[in-house]
């Protein structure tokens, strides 16, 4: 009778803390974040305490991951209302008393300043994949224009910061939900379409529309000249082509098997700006070639295999939906920073998951992969 009410030892109120995590998900994470610290190592090697930080922020994800995996995808189910609704509140708060940096109005002080875009990364695709849960089965048009208006809300208010990285992101979490849950090609095609000509007409008369008196509808002075920079770095190569010509020297550099370990010259000759933020991949490439390169879209590659098959495998739609735009929400990150860098997209505000530095950066992150174990989790506790 007594062994009815034994209590729990501690080793057997820790196990669940240190077990059950999806075994390839969690080998695809370690790769990863040991190529991010053998980066910092070098491209943060002159830069202070660059190197100390990275680790402890990963250390910080790390448990922010671990904690957010104990939690059912039921109960995050139930965060993602109340998350929405405050992130959306704070976004407000931020364009009505926000503090203004270098043109930019990004941050809030609620005691300690905080940056309340990084939390519609994560609450976005939260309260879409909720909208559609609840919708499940009877999915018509007007579900799918509220989902759009949802949406909308997050990323009208982050692009009048102006942060269009930040935007971008929330943008393509979001639409991701919004994929997996059903919209037809038929409506997708034409946006593609639309999009592709709008690209390739820029290409065209990016002479004529590039000059200093032409005002593009939109978009601030700044991010014209980041596209036209794109088309042509050479045309201000000291100034505003700068941070791209001396990333693809980098990378140009580095050849098939890279220059090594601490030995990159356009890295520790500072001639690459932000060499340990949103240009690290451009370090990496100069010191590990196109090898090390590879190597690192495999790694990539992997965890976004993982993710979507946990993806696939989820018990319920809110899990597939959220681990499916989480998962792809990496590979934006990915490809975004990646192109970049290298000189095909243009130059935005977009870490490359686990190499570039940066606190907020890395507790989405945690917060990310905390949500995908968790429904990893959940998954074999039902087959259990």
């Known amino acids: 009778m007594s062994a009815i009410f034994e209590q729990p030892t501690l080793w057997q109120r820790a196990r669940p803390l240190l077990f059950g995590y999806d075994a390839m998900l969690v080998l695809a994470i370690l790769l990863l974040a040991a190529a991010g610290l053998v980066t910092m190592y070098s491209a943060g ?18 448990a922010i991951m671990v904690v957010v995996a104990q939690i059912p995808p039921q109960r995050l189910m139930e965060l993602a209302v109340p998350l929405y609704a405050v992130g959306v509140a704070l976004l407000v708060a931020t364009a009505l008393f926000g503090i203004t940096k270098k043109g930019a109005t990004r941050w809030l002080n ?40 949802l949406l909308a809300i997050p990323v009208g208010l982050i692009v009048k910061q102006p942060d269009l990285g930040t935007a971008l992101l929330v943008l393509s979490a979001g639409v991701y939900v919004i994929f997996f849950a059903g919209l037809s090609w038929k409506l997708i095609a034409p946006v593609l379409i639309a999009f ?6 820029l290409v065209l008369a990016q002479d004529r529309i590039c000059q200093p008196d032409v005002a593009w509808p939109l978009l601030r002075d700044y991010q014209k000249h980041r596209v036209c920079t794109l088309l042509d770095p050479s045309t201000d190569p000291l100034g505003r082509g700068f941070h791209i010509i001396q990333a693809m020297i980098a990378i140009g550099s580095g050849g098939i098997t890279g220059k090594g370990f601490m030995k990159g010259t356009q890295t ?21 070639g196109l090898a090390g390169g590879i190597a690192l879209l495999v790694g990539f590659l992997f965890l976004i295999y993982r993710g979507l098959w946990i993806a696939a495998e989820a018990p319920t739609l809110f899990a597939r939906l959220l681990a499916g735009s989480i998962t792809l929400s990496f590979f934006t990150y990915a490809m975004v920073n ?6 095909i997209l243009p130059v935005v505000g977009v870490p490359l998951p686990f190499v570039s530095y940066g606190g907020t950066a890395m507790v989405t992150l945690g917060l990310g992969l905390g949500m995908l174990m968790s429904i990893a989790k959940s998954r074999r506790l039902m087959q259990s």
Not at 196 to 201: F, L, P, R, S, Y
Not at 338 to 343: A, D, F, H, L, W
Request: glycine share 8%.
């Open 45 to 62: 090697f002159d830069h202070g305490t660059r190197f100390v930080d990275h680790g402890r922020n990963m250390l910080l994800a790390a």
């Open 110 to 149: 609620v005691g300690v300043v905080i940056q309340p875009s990084e939390v519609l990364k994560i609450a976005t695709p939260l309260m879409l994949a909720w909208w559609f849960q609840k919708r499940e089965g009877a999915l018509r048009i007007p579900d799918f224009l509220v989902a759009i208006a």
């Open 196 to 201: 592709t000509v709008g690209i390739a007409a």
């Open 268 to 288: 520790h000759l500072e001639f690459i700006p932000e060499r340990t933020t949103d240009f690290v991949f451009a370090a990496f490439a100069e010191e590990f």
């Open 338 to 343: 990646m192109g970049m860098v290298s000189g």
